[in-house]
């Protein structure tokens, strides 16, 4: 029999890859159209083409729906923005066994939707000149030169090589360092073992219990890579790394930076690495499935990890945000890196974004979910769909999936973009009935 331990492990690493829910907690439903707005939104609300809104019977919310009146989520909040018009659906309570209702402007810890935005601020820094995608990552990371690689997966630390060239920063984006999580039980392998000895954040979210920034990047460094940099796609550490790199680039912290040149243009002002006790109402607690009786079990509660700032902003899966919040990034990407009046990024930068960026060599190690990459690549810190899919994406779609219960895509081939979130983990790497479903319909298929 398994331990909890290595459960609960299985079930981050599933959260870590593509989507999945289900739940507790009995609630009604509701339905809403609205304009995507955002409090204050600034100039990024001035859309040249605004957004509709219909009150039509919603094919959509039907969709939804049951999921909450069989328990097995406590809430839904998701939103569908396709040519200038938008579709809005709020189901459910906040938490499981409680009244009081999910609503539009709830927040949600969004988890691995943090990685997106963290490769949108590193192209801010190239678009400044403050980074290079082809730079080595030496000249502000001092730490992670002359790194040395273990000669097999399974090898002891100090069994290792030597580097056949420098991590770039393009590496970081496209996941390509030689350093990742692993799907396989806790230690397992001794450099995992090392990983989870030194706090580095690469199970659960876990905001606190880990380092700062610097001392974060200290500790990795003493770990050897686990495959020849540019060799092999492995998931999630490149981001983490990557949220050092911009506060060392911009040369102010992380979170501020995201603050100042993202957040704030768009008016995501709800959106950050914790929630101010101002706040703290409508943010809602997090959930596991308990794998002994498919009941949801507590992981985070509303004045828990994310109450307060944390000492590392993890640039792989810290933040959390609204759905509102979180479309306005979106319709960004959609855009081509303009929204309204405000352009943050240039048409070249998104399209490196959304492109595939890996070889075939490079996906011959393993995805999340088998055969993931058959139709799928990866971009700069969001997957990219190579052929329609089995949910019915359009090659050319781009977005991801958070690990506690979120998902995002866009769609430039029928100027879609839409978003899902839900308090519950995620307990396989293979999209479940909920998240197939609100695709399904999103996507027409």
């Known amino acids: 029999m398994k331990s909890a331990k290595s459960l609960e492990r299985r079930q981050f690493l599933a959260a870590l890859g593509t989507s999945a829910l289900g739940g507790c907690a009995p609630a009604t439903g509701s339905v809403l159209s609205a304009a995507p707005t955002s409090p204050a939104a600034s100039n990024a609300s001035k859309d040249p083409s605004p957004m509709t809104t219909t009150s039509r019977p919603s094919r959509l919310h039907a969709r939804l729906a049951p999921y909450v009146e069989r328990g097995e989520v406590p809430g839904i909040v998701a939103a569908v923005v396709r040519n200038g018009k938008q579709q809005v659906e709020v189901l459910g309570t906040k938490a499981a066994g409680q009244s009081e209702p999910v609503a539009l402007d709830t927040i949600f810890r969004v988890a691995s939707l943090t990685k997106p935005i963290t490769a949108a601020a590193t192209m801010m820094l190239v678009e400044d000149g403050k980074l290079k995608l082809d730079e080595t990552v030496e000249r502000l990371l001092p730490e992670l030169a002359h790194r040395k690689v273990l ?123 914790s929630v101010p006790a101002a706040k703290l109402s409508r943010f809602v607690p997090s959930y596991l499935v308990d794998q002994q009786t498919g009941g949801l079990k507590l992981y985070d509660a509303v004045d828990g990890q994310w109450s307060h700032p944390p000492a590392f902003p993890s640039g792989a899966a810290g933040l959390v945000s609204t759905v509102p919040d979180f479309l306005q990034f979106g319709r960004l990407m959609l855009g081509r890196g303009t929204l309204g009046n405000v352009r943050l990024l240039s048409p070249e930068s998104v399209t490196q974004m959304t492109t595939d960026a890996l070889t075939p060599e490079n996906k011959a190690f393993g995805a999340l979910v088998p055969g993931y990459f058959e139709k799928h690549g990866w971009g700069l810190g969001m997957a990219v769909v190579t052929a329609k899919d089995e949910l019915g994406r359009s090659p050319g779609s781009f977005g991801w999936d958070g690990g506690l219960g979120t998902s995002w895509y866009a769609d430039p081939a029928t100027n879609t973009t839409a978003v899902l979130f839900t308090q519950r983990a995620f307990t396989s790497p293979a999209a479940p009935p909920l998240f197939q479903d609100f695709w399904h319909e999103v996507n027409g298929a």
Do not use: C
């Open 151 to 273: 000669k097999r997966l399974e090898s002891p630390l100090d069994d290792v090589v030597p580097a056949r060239r420098a991590i770039t920063v393009r590496d970081l984006l496209t996941f390509r360092m030689g350093f990742g999580i692993v799907l396989a039980p806790p230690a397992t392998y001794p450099v995992q073992k090392a990983a989870d000895d030194l706090t580095l954040a690469q199970g659960m979210p876990a905001p606190a219990a880990t380092p700062a920034p610097d001392e974060w990047l200290k500790r990795f460094a003493t770990l050897p890579l686990m495959h020849q940099p540019g060799e092999k796609w492995m998931y999630n550490t490149g981001a983490d790394v990557l949220s050092v790199l911009i506060a060392r680039a911009s040369g102010q912290s992380f979170d501020g930076f995201l603050r100042e040149r993202l957040f704030g243009p768009l008016g995501m002002h709800d959106t950050d690495f």
